[in-house]
C-alpha cells in the first residue's frame, strides 16, 4: 500500500503565505511526476502545479509567479509554496503522485486534501 500524507494548510490573510508539504509512504519502488490540485466549493478539481521524476515544472496561469512546486527525491516529499496568496485560492488541495509500486505496478495516487482558507 502506498499513502500520501499533505500538511501545512490553513487560514491565511491575503497576501499571506503558506508551504504545503506531501510525504509518500509505503510499497514505493519510485516516483514518477506528482503535483497539486484544489478543489473550491462547486467548482471542478483542477492543477495547480506538476514537477516530474526531472524536474521540469508546470503551473496553472492563475497562480504563475506566486506558487513555487518542490519535491526532495530523498524524502519523497512534494511541496508547494504559495505567496500572495488571495481570496480565490481558497480551496482543498490534493496531492497526487504517480507512483510505480514494489510489484511494478504503475499507480495514481492521491492525498486526503488540505483545506487552504485565505481572508480577504
Known amino acids: 500500500q502506498v499513502q500520501l500524507v499533505e500538511s501545512g494548510g490553513g487560514l491565511v490573510q491575503a497576501g499571506g503565505s503558506l508551504r504545503l508539504s506531501c510525504v509518500v509512504s509505503?510499497?514505493?519502488?519510485?516516483?514518477?511526476?506528482m503535483g497539486w490540485y484544489r478543489q473550491a466549493p462547486g467548482k471542478q478539481r483542477e492543477l495547480v502545479a506538476g514537477i516530474t521524476g526531472v524536474g521540469s515544472t508546470n503551473y496553472a496561469d492563475s497562480v504563475k509567479g506566486r506558487f513555487t512546486i518542490s519535491r526532495a527525491t530523498a524524502k519523497n516529499t512534494v511541496y508547494l509554496q504559495m505567496n500572495s496568496l488571495k481570496a480565490e485560492d481558497t480551496a482543498v488541495y490534493y496531492c497526487?503522485?504517480?507512483?510505480?509500486?514494489?510489484?511494478?505496478?504503475?499507480?495514481?495516487?492521491w492525498g486526503q486534501g488540505t483545506q487552504v482558507t485565505v481572508s480577504s
Open positions: 509505503g510499497s514505493i519502488f519510485s516516483i514518477k511526476a
Open positions: 497526487n503522485a504517480g507512483v510505480v509500486t514494489t510489484r511494478h505496478r504503475d499507480v495514481d495516487y
